[in-house]
C-alpha cells in the first residue's frame, strides 16, 4: 500500500475542521484511500454522496 504523505493528512484534517467548525472536536482519520479512476461512473457518485 502506498504512504500518504504527512502534509496531505494535515490538509484533509484542516479541511475536516473547516467544514464542521469548531463543534466538532472528537473525531478520528482512520482511513485515507485514493479512489480507484477506472470506478464506474455510478460508484463514484455513490461515494461523493456519502461524503456530504
Excluded: L
Excluded at 496531505?8 to 463543534?23: D, H, L, M, P, R
Excluded at 478520528?28 to 461515494?47: C, F, L, Q, T, Y
Amino acid at each position: 500500500m502506498e504512504e500518504i504523505n504527512e502534509e496531505i493528512v494535515a490538509v484533509i484534517e484542516a479541511a475536516i475542521y473547516a467544514a464542521f467548525g469548531q463543534y466538532e472536536k472528537n473525531f478520528r482519520i482512520k482511513v485515507i484511500k485514493r479512489m480507484d479512476s477506472n470506478m464506474p461512473e455510478w460508484r463514484k457518485a455513490g461515494v461523493y454522496n456519502q461524503m456530504r
